[in-house]
């Protein structure tokens, strides 16, 4: 099976700033890698798709970077409906596995 | 819009068994691999099941295998999870998620494992 480790797994931050997170693969996985976003209470939402492409209709602070077994997903300038909790989804093989989630929090 | 609904939930005795429905619309169910996901309280994401659009191609977590059996019905635009052998640790939301990549996500419902 493929780990996904991502880091970090909590940060406090404040509007405007930049945030950046990493999800880090146990093996190459090409470009095989989604960013997903769930606010409490609420299905997630896909954000980011093929490492770096953005989902229609997301923010384009959003973006993300990488390809292999390292990643990035980075959000220019933190916005108040950005505080929630970010996972990186591996769909390179099955079992699908995501990384531990990262919660952003407010500072 | 796409949209994926699920039922189902609820409180169900260790040992006992549930069927879990997601009911998809806005597209073209019949044309697209689905899965199963779930999340404990308080805790993270966790894939459990995918099935191909025509059934051929099945696969589980370890966590559930042997216990929990995925199928669908295109022409009821339905996907289903059937739940054997619950126990405790199957607590959890579970949501419904289209394709094999994961692009959309049902609003989740939530399965209780207690005595």
């Known amino acids: 099976d493929i780990q996904m480790t991502q880091s970090p797994s909590s940060l406090s931050a404040s509007v405007g700033d930049r945030v950046t997170i990493t999800c880090r693969a146990s093996?190459?996985?090409?470009?095989?890698l989604d960013w997903h976003q769930q606010k409490p209470g609420k299905a997630p939402k896909r954000l980011i798709y093929?490492?770096?492409s953005l989902q229609s209709g997301v923010p384009s602070r959003f973006s993300g970077s990488g390809s292999g077994t390292e990643f990035t997903l980075t959000i220019s300038s933190l916005q108040p409906e950005d505080f929630a909790t970010y996972y990186c989804?591996?769909?390179?093989?099955?079992?699908?596995?995501f990384g531990q989630g990262t919660k952003v929090e407010i500072k | 819009e796409v949209q994926l609904v699920e039922s189902g939930g609820g409180l169900v005795q260790p040992g006992g068994s549930l069927r879990l429905s997601c009911v998809a619309s806005?597209?073209?169910?019949?044309?697209?691999?689905m899965n199963w996901v779930r999340q404990a309280p308080g805790k993270g994401l966790e894939w459990i099941s995918y099935?191909?659009?025509?059934?051929?191609?099945?696969y589980y977590a370890d966590s559930v295998k042997g216990r929990f059996t995925i199928s669908r019905d295109n022409a009821k635009n339905s996907l289903y999870l059937q739940m054997n052998s619950l126990r405790d640790e199957d607590t959890a939301v579970y949501y419904c998620?289209?394709?094999?990549?994961?692009?959309?996500w049902g609003q989740g419902t939530l399965v209780t494992v207690s005595s």
């Open positions: 093996q190459g996985i090409r470009n095989d």
């Open positions: 998620a289209r394709n094999e990549w994961i692009d959309y």
């Open positions: 093929a490492a770096s």
């Open positions: 989804l591996q769909h390179n093989s099955y079992p699908r596995t």
């Open positions: 806005g597209f073209t169910f019949s044309s697209y691999n």
């Open positions: 099935i191909s659009i025509s059934s051929s191609t099945i």
